[in-house]
């Protein structure tokens, strides 16, 4: 998702910077100046394992979004969008109707804790110490399935976890624990 600007066209192109045709910094350019990132907060980091198939090191942020600004899926890594509230997206998940991988699912049950988008950013704002999650070594599948704990969560020091590659550095509201 694009924050901090109404350019429509920086969305044009998009797929141009995908394809690697066009930097993003120029794209950004040519879409005349700057993002504004100062509603942007980083909230969590999660990297691969070594060893997996698929490597990836993401960070996750919070924000407000533009106002009327609606979420335009990519059709490879997003292919179906939209705002959704973060206890609704765990439900369908549990249901089988979204797939979703653990680092998403923790910052939902996460975000799920808090009253309102008001409330996360200024946790977000705030910050707190870098916390690392643990998970199974062994994990289960399917909907339902337990397999990320942080500091504070029930199991967190069980001995079959151990350290994942997952670092969140915003305080969970008081009585949230995660269950994924």
Partial sequence: MLVGTGADRLLERRAGVERGEVSFVDAVTEAGGGLDTSGVVPVARWVTPPGSD????????VARPGTGRDPVADGREAVEVGWVRPAEALDRWDSGELTMISPTISMLQLLSGFASADEVLEAARRGAEPVQARVLADPPHGPGASWVWWPGDAG?????????MGWMWISRPPGVESAT
């Fill in 54 to 61: 698929r490597r990836y090191d993401t960070y996750f942020f």
């Fill in 156 to 164: 967190y020091d069980a001995a079959a976890t151990v350290s994942a």
